[in-house]
């Protein structure tokens, strides 16, 4: 496992953007398959985005083109770019990490992101 602790996150307005960091620690950063989840009230957290230790990138459809996940080994952190933003993206966002293989084992805390209209 790592440790993971989020940053950014907060009430945003319908069309603006957002950052979302994800500083990791205590682990080997760059083996690890990473993902954001949101998560809404009684419901089930659901893949956002997610980058492989090999960089390749993948989106759930609902997000593509408007946000981004990218990550920097050097620094240790994995960062989520949300943009044109709107108000069905109003959730809990988690980051996670994962070696190759297994399940995800290690988690953020949640960072809350509201889009107002």
């Known amino acids: 496992q790592v440790q993971l602790a989020q940053s950014g996150g907060g009430l945003v307005h319908t069309g603006d953007s957002l950052r979302l960091s994800c500083e990791a620690s205590?682990?080997?950063?760059?083996?690890?398959?990473l993902a954001w989840l949101r998560q809404d009230p009684g419901q089930e957290r659901q893949l956002v985005a997610t980058i492989l230790a090999d960089g390749t990138t993948d989106y759930a459809h609902a997000v593509k083109g408007r946000f981004t996940i990218s990550k920097d080994n050097a620094k240790n952190t994995l960062y989520l770019e949300m943009t044109n933003l709107v108000p069905e993206d109003t959730s809990v966002y988690f980051c996670a990490a994962r070696l190759p293989g297994e399940g995800f084992d290690s988690w953020g805390q949640g960072t809350q992101v509201t889009v107002s209209s």
């Open positions: 205590g682990g080997t950063f760059s083996v690890r398959n």
